[in-house]
């Protein structure tokens, strides 16, 4: 099976390695520069609650006072609930968080960081695993979807070229297509 990732930050080389340990042919895209995007310039670190003294209620908590209360409470209870998973899945690709920050928003320390350049490291090693599990990378810009019924199956690239796969993952950040 193969699947076409549009964006080569956290989120699409996350899917990406997670895809190409489970044996399925990945091709990512990128504009520009395979790591550098918002995910690199990441600088203080990734909130999680996973200190002793802190809880996912607690985080949940800030995170909606922070957010005065316009929130998606279904998509914040997702995310925070992920953070045992995340801070797994990066450990486990060798990254080592240095210490646990106090950040804007956050009532007691929970930014899990690297040197105050968590983004560039984190980037760094996730580019080199999704090498190694043999991810594909194409440096084109996607400029619109193929959908078929209501399913994305491949994508246009800025030449006109179609590209067709199995599955699409849309993780292209906040850049306008
Ligand atoms: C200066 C700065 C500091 C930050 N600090 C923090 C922090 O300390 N903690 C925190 O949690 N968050 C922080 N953020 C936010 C965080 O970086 C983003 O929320 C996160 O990196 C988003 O990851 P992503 O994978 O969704 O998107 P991105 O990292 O934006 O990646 C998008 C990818 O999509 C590709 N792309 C876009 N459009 C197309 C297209 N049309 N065709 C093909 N490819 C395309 C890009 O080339 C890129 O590879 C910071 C952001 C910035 C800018």
């Given at each position: 099976m193969k699947i076409g990732i549009i964006g080569a930050g956290l989120a699409g080389l996350t899917a990406a390695i997670e895809l190409a340990e489970r044996g399925f042919e990945v091709d990512v895209y990128y504009v520009d520069?395979?790591?550098?995007?918002n995910s690199y310039k990441l600088q203080a670190g990734i909130a999680m609650?996973?200190?002793?003294?802190?809880?996912p209620e607690i985080h949940i908590r800030d995170t909606l006072s922070v957010g005065r209360y316009l929130n998606d409470t279904e998509r914040v209870w997702f995310t925070v609930s992920k953070a045992t998973e995340v801070y797994e899945f990066l450990r486990g690709l060798g990254i080592n968080f240095e210490s646990v920050e106090l950040e804007g928003g956050h009532n007691i320390p929970r930014t899990f960081s690297i040197k105050g350049l968590t983004g560039k490291y984190i980037m760094d090693k996730l580019y080199v695993q999704a090498k190694e599990r043999y991810v594909n990378f194409v440096r084109s810009r996607v400029s619109s979807l193929i959908i078929s019924g209501n399913t994305c199956i491949g994508f246009i690239d800025e030449k006109g070229e179609h590209h067709h796969y199995d599955a699409v993952i849309i993780a292209r950040g906040q850049k306008r297509m």
């Open positions: 520069n395979p790591t550098y995007s609650p996973l200190t002793p003294n802190d809880s």
